[in-house]
């Protein structure tokens, strides 16, 4: 550790101190500055060579650019990834003098991107937004992204906490500001793809996306998007490539020791044709085994862009992408169990079954979306932007079950693993899926009146089989948007947003291990003379074999419709202001296909409509005070509506809504500063921000024995604790900066200091899961001042990257977390002692990675490069999650971050 402080703090004072004025009287300076012609922003990186030599620099922080060289006329080209190369012919240069040349605006390479870009893009390059905005380069993704996972790129930015989870793809997570997916609202080129029913985001179904994406926004906050979209903690906005304007052919191959260990990608563009189209194409793989056990897979990803220019006023873009998946899931195991196995990579979901490798927890999905999109520039001033799009999905999850009077035969929810006759489970830790087939075929029985017909059906009732539970949808949207540019002064953009979604949602046996059926009935939900009670009685005692419908059946509809309206003003060359307002109608409404015989006469059918009116408000200011220093701050206020999976009792089985639904309320200040110069950017952002009225429902294994009840059940099970009237307060401090060393060698950082808490002590009604009878209603949870988990408060991050002009480039970063508090378990908050007691505190962690590659030209034509990647180099496996410790619970689920991991990549393309 010390060798590797010692080794950046030499790179950094060398750097310093090296002479970077002294020139030879016979050499001359070349100065200039680089922007995106269409948000006005400064390029970082962009490449400056003169045309037929190795000579060349590199454009810093602020766009600008310096190179030497001796006397003479010279040809610049200027090249950057994702912009067309530019070139600036007869630059004069005599010795011992400066030549400034015209300031370079680069367009954006591809079809429609400017069109995209108005669209979708978060920043207006006529104003400074008043909200901390970071952006990923495309030359970042490719230089960076090597084997991670997508939300991993933006694991060094101010706020963002990544949390890698069950270690399995696609399982990444990111938190901004201490606000989970559901609470950060995720864009595609401007559309929203957070899940309409749970609002969550699910980003293995963005593999591949890396390969077409031009930027990826964070907007921390309120921010100024122009949508009717509710975030809490902030926006993302992954804005893709649309059709490339060249013609050209890219591949890519890439092997690893992270999940899934081998890539391919396959990239084509036909160019602008005849006819005025052009269209791109991309097709990519991942497969092999994982990091963690039992977490191999194979993924296909597919990407379209067909661009059509009608007129000079009309044009129109398609898009469409999907994933393909099938892999095994890690879980969260008990300390106790990672340390009887000795293993951070242990998996308790996995075992070997008929000599096969197989995982209870098996993913798949498929869910692609298509966008057609229409821009229509009415005038100079006014430009009209239309999108139509449609998803659809095919996923569904695994799971164990088992029967009444059975045991977890170390399942997922096992806590100590036990010795099973015949097996090895005592060593291995993993499941024994042979030993459950030989109960299962040994368990011979008759069920009368099967399927209700009056008849009884003899054979092996399984008495373990795997579940699938399936979550498809049917999801239609469209969104316009009017943008008018008034005066220099003044642009509104106002808009509408309609969605219309349907989630189809049911459980179907997959594997019945060995056995001949599997009898639908609930073991854990008993009449009064303790038999199972059924869970459709339409079919009573229904046989189910593999593939058929059990346990539930039910849709979920939910419709939106919002308006939005945004004024950006500039009353004065240095102050912009921005107000914005939006409302939104939605509802929704559960339709349920079984007739369960607990819930018998709310179970079947639809459930009252639940509809919600909610609004926006906000507004904010920034001053530049000169050219150099600059200060907002933005407020805002909002209400939204509860997500549909949170709105029942047991939206799998029941239509009883739980309790009275009431909108939540976020109310949200912001301040920031920020300084540019030549060499050196830095951001300073205060905020606060307060949510109110949350509801939702958290379950794991406790026990009731503190409602001191006789008539409740004893030991530990599963149980749901549904909490209502829960409000927080996020507030913090975010720091970073940015500095040119040297043309070729920059220094990135970054601080972030939180403090998020709970406020006040909210409610909670007890039930047993799957939901019967609530054991309790209305018990006080002593959550107030409690630390919010699953998230450091606390991150840091340097980053030292080298990039020659010649295409060789080499980098590290180092990332700090500290603050990381488990998530606090309401079954220890019963007690108005627990006020003084605060959440555990999982120890500080740090990371450190390692990024290199060359590029190089074989041709004109054809351009190569070698890159690779080294991740947690030190291979610290620090715990990254964990829940709080319970009576019930004294080994906590726990899971860790990925171990050290590398990645080597080969690329080629043809143009």
Same mark, same amino acid.
């Given at each position: 550790?010390? =060798?590797?402080v010692s080794y950046f703090?030499?790179i950094?004072?060398?750097?310093?101190f090296?002479?970077?004025?002294?020139?030879?009287?016979s050499e001359?300076?070349?100065k200039?500055i680089?922007l995106?012609s269409?948000?006005?922003q400064?390029i970082v990186?962009?490449?400056?060579?003169?045309?037929?030599?190795?000579?060349?620099?590199i454009s810093?922080?602020?766009g @600008?650019?310096?190179?030497k060289?001796?006397?003479g006329?010279?040809?610049?080209?200027?090249?950057?990834?994702?912009?067309?190369?530019?070139?600036i012919?007869?630059?004069?240069v005599?010795?011992?003098?400066?030549?400034k040349?015209a300031?370079v605006?680069?367009?954006?390479?591809g079809?429609?991107?400017e @069109?995209?870009?108005v669209f *979708?893009?978060?920043?207006?390059g006529? /104003?400074?937004?008043?909200? $901390?905005? #970071?952006t990923? +380069?495309a030359?970042?993704?490719?230089?960076?992204?090597?084997?991670?996972?997508f939300?991993?790129?933006?694991?060094s930015t101010?706020g963002v906490?990544v949390?890698t989870g069950g270690g &399995?793809?696609?399982d990444s997570?990111?938190r901004?500001?201490?606000?989970t997916s559901?609470n950060?609202?995720v864009?595609f080129?401007?559309i929203?793809?957070?899940d309409m @029913?749970s609002?969550?985001?699910?980003?293995a179904?963005?593999s591949g996306?890396?390969?077409?994406?031009?930027?990826?926004q964070v907007?921390?906050?309120?921010?100024v998007?122009?949508?009717?979209? +509710?975030?809490?903690?902030g926006?993302?906005n992954?804005i893709?490539?649309?059709?490339?304007q060249?013609?050209?052919?890219?591949?890519e191959s890439?092997?690893?020791?992270?999940?899934?260990?081998?890539r391919t990608?396959?990239k084509?563009?036909?160019g602008l044709m005849k006819g005025?189209?052009a269209?791109?194409?991309v097709?990519?793989?991942?497969?092999?085994?994982?990091f963690?056990?039992?977490t191999?897979g194979?993924?296909?990803?597919?990407y379209?862009?067909m661009?059509k220019r009608?007129?000079?006023?009309?044009?129109l873009?398609f898009t469409?992408?999907g994933v393909?998946?099938?892999?095994?899931?890690?879980g969260?195991?008990?300390?106790?169990?990672?340390?009887a196995?000795g293993r951070?990579?242990y998996?308790?979901y996995?075992?070997?079954y008929q000599g096969?490798?197989?995982n209870?927890r098996?993913?798949r999905?498929?869910?692609?979306?298509?966008?057609?999109?229409?821009?229509w520039d009415v005038?100079k001033?006014?430009?009209?932007?239309n999108?139509?799009y449609y998803?659809w999905a095919?996923?569904g999850g695994?799971a164990?079950?088992?029967v009444?009077?059975?045991?977890?035969?170390?399942?997922?929810?096992?806590?100590i693993?036990n010795p099973?006759?015949g097996?090895?489970? *005592?060593? !291995?830790f993993q499941?024994?899926f042979?030993?459950?087939a030989?109960q299962n075929?040994?368990n011979l029985v008759?069920i009368r009146?099967?399927?209700g017909?009056?008849?009884?059906?003899?054979?092996?009732?399984s008495?373990?089989?795997?579940?699938?539970?399936?979550?498809?949808?049917?999801?239609?949207?469209?969104?316009?948007?009017?943008?008018?540019?008034?005066?220099?002064n003044?642009?509104?953009?106002?808009?509408?947003?309609?969605?219309w979604?349907r989630?189809f949602h049911y459980?179907?046996?997959?594997?019945?291990l060995?056995?001949d059926f599997?009898?639908d009935?609930?073991?854990?939900?008993q009449?009064?003379v303790?038999?199972?009670m059924?869970?459709n009685l339409?079919?009573?005692?229904?046989i189910?074999y593999q593939g058929?419908?059990v346990g539930?059946d039910?849709?979920?509809?939910?419709?939106?419709?919002?308006t939005f309206?945004q004024?950006?003003y500039? $009353?004065?060359?240095?102050?912009?202001?921005? #107000?914005t307002?939006t409302?939104?109608?939605?509802?929704?409404?559960?339709?349920g =296909?079984?007739?369960?015989?607990k819930?018998?006469?709310?179970?079947l059918?639809?459930s009252?409509?639940?509809?919600?009116n909610?609004?926006t408000?906000k507004?904010g200011?920034?001053?530049?005070i000169?050219?150099?220093?600059?200060?907002?701050?933005?407020a805002?206020?909002?209400?939204? *509506?509860p997500?549909f999976q949170?709105a029942?009792?047991?939206?799998?089985?029941t239509n009883?809504?739980r309790?009275s639904?009431?909108?939540?309320?976020?109310?949200?200040?912001?301040?920031?500063?920020?300084?540019r110069?030549?060499?050196?950017v830095g951001?300073?952002n205060?905020?606060?921000?307060?949510?109110?009225n949350?509801?939702?429902?958290q379950g794991?294994?406790?026990?009731l +024995?503190f409602?001191?009840?006789?008539?409740l059940p004893?030991?530990?099970?599963f149980?749901?604790?549904?909490?209502?009237n829960?409000n927080a307060?996020h507030?913090?401090?975010?720091?970073?900066?940015?500095?040119?060393l040297m043309?070729e060698? &920059?220094?990135?950082g970054?601080? +972030?200091?939180?403090?998020? /808490?709970?406020l006040?002590?909210?409610?909670?009604?007890?039930l047993?899961d799957?939901?019967g009878?609530p054991?309790?209603?209305?018990?006080t949870?002593?959550?107030d001042r409690?630390?919010?988990g699953g998230?450091?408060q606390?991150t840091?991050?340097?980053g030292l990257?080298?990039?020659?002009p010649?295409?060789?480039f080499i980098g !590290?970063?180092?990332n700090f977390y500290d603050?990381?508090?488990a998530?606090?378990n309401p079954?220890?908050?019963?007690?108005?002692?627990?006020y003084?007691?605060q959440v555990r /505190?999982?120890?500080?962690a740090?990371?450190?990675d390692?990024f290199?590659?060359?590029?190089? /030209?074989?041709?004109k034509?054809?351009?190569?490069?070698?890159?690779?990647?080294l991740?947690?180099?030190?291979?610290?496996?620090?715990?990254?999650d964990?829940?709080e410790?319970?009576p019930s619970n004294?080994?906590?689920?726990v899971?860790?971050?990925?171990g050290?991991?590398?990645s080597? &990549?080969?690329v080629? @393309?043809?143009?």
């Open positions: 550790m010390r =060798k590797l703090l030499f950094w004072l060398c750097c310093f090296l002479p970077n004025n002294i020139f030879a009287q001359g300076v070349i200039g680089i995106d269409e948000t006005g400064p990186g962009a490449t400056i060579m003169i045309d037929g030599t190795t000579n060349g620099s810093n922080q602020s @600008e650019f310096e190179l060289t001796a006397q006329t010279y040809k610049l080209i200027i090249n950057m990834l994702g912009y067309k190369d530019q070139v012919e007869n630059v004069q005599a010795g011992g003098t400066i030549t040349i300031t605006n680069l367009k954006e390479e079809m429609g991107v @069109e995209v870009e *979708a893009n978060m920043i207006d006529n /104003r400074q937004p008043p909200t $901390p905005i #970071a990923i +380069s030359q970042e993704i490719e230089e960076k992204m090597g084997a991670q996972e939300p991993e790129m933006l694991k101010p906490f949390n &399995s793809w696609g997570q990111i901004i500001r201490g606000f559901e950060t609202a864009l080129n401007g929203p793809v957070n @029913e609002g969550r985001v699910f980003w179904n963005w996306l890396s390969d077409v994406t031009r930027n990826q907007q921390r906050g309120l921010g998007s122009k949508l009717a979209v +509710s975030s809490v903690g926006t993302i992954i893709s490539n649309p059709a490339d060249r013609k050209g052919a890219r591949m890439t092997v690893s020791n992270r999940s899934l260990k081998y990608t396959w084509y563009s036909t005025d189209w269209v791109t194409g097709l990519s793989r991942r497969w092999g085994e994982g963690r056990e039992g191999g194979d993924v296909y990803s597919y379209l862009a661009y009608i007129n000079t006023k009309h044009q873009i469409g992408y393909y998946q099938y892999t095994g899931r890690g969260a195991a008990t300390e106790e169990n990672y340390a196995a951070t990579t998996n308790p996995w075992g070997t096969q490798e197989l209870a098996e993913n999905s498929h869910k692609p979306m298509f966008i057609l999109n229409h821009y005038s001033k006014v430009t009209i932007s999108a139509l998803s095919d996923a695994a164990m079950d088992r009444s009077g059975t045991t977890n035969t170390n399942s997922e929810l096992t806590i693993p099973i006759p097996g090895t489970i *005592a060593q !291995t499941l024994n042979d030993y459950m030989s075929q040994g008759t009146n099967a399927n017909s009056g008849l009884p059906i003899t054979g092996y009732r008495r373990y089989a795997l579940k699938e539970s399936v979550n498809n949808h049917q999801w239609v949207g469209a969104l316009s948007t009017v943008n008018i540019e008034a005066s220099k003044l642009s509104m953009t106002f808009g509408v947003d309609g969605r979604y989630g459980q179907r046996v997959k594997n019945l060995g056995g599997w009898l009935v609930d073991r854990n939900v009449d009064d303790g038999r199972d059924n869970n339409l079919t009573p005692n229904r189910a058929d419908k539930y039910y849709n979920g509809t939910v419709r939106w419709l919002g309206g004024v950006e500039s $009353p004065m060359r240095n102050l912009d202001l921005f #107000a307002v409302f939104v109608y939605n509802d929704f409404q559960r339709n =296909k079984m007739l369960n015989e819930y018998y006469s709310t179970s059918g639809n009252d409509l639940q509809s919600f909610n609004y408000v507004a200011a920034n001053y530049k000169t050219g150099r220093h600059n200060v907002f701050f933005n805002g206020t909002f209400t939204r *509506a997500f949170n029942f009792s047991d939206n799998r089985t009883i809504i309790g639904l009431t909108s939540e309320r976020v109310t949200s200040f912001e301040f920031g500063y920020s300084y110069s030549p060499k050196f951001n300073f205060l905020y606060s921000t307060g949510w109110e949350r509801s939702y429902t794991f294994l406790g026990d +024995s409602l001191n009840n006789p008539a004893t030991g530990t099970q149980i749901n604790y549904q909490l209502y829960v307060l507030r913090g401090v975010e720091i970073d900066f940015a500095t040119q043309p060698l &920059s220094l990135s970054m601080l +972030s200091v939180g403090d998020w /808490r709970y006040g002590n909210p409610k909670a009604d007890i047993a799957p939901v009878v054991y309790a209603t209305d018990v949870i002593n959550a409690l630390r919010v998230q450091a606390t840091g991050a340097l990257r080298y990039r020659d010649k295409g060789a !590290t970063s180092a603050n990381m508090y998530d606090y079954e220890t908050r019963t007690t108005p002692d627990a003084f007691n /505190r999982l120890p500080n740090f990371t450190f390692l290199a590659g060359k590029t190089f /030209r074989l041709d034509r054809v351009r190569c490069q070698v890159k690779g990647s991740n947690n180099i030190t291979d610290y496996r620090f715990m990254i964990a829940n410790r319970t004294l080994s906590p689920f899971q860790y971050y990925f050290r991991t590398y080597v &990549s080969v080629m @393309e043809i143009n």
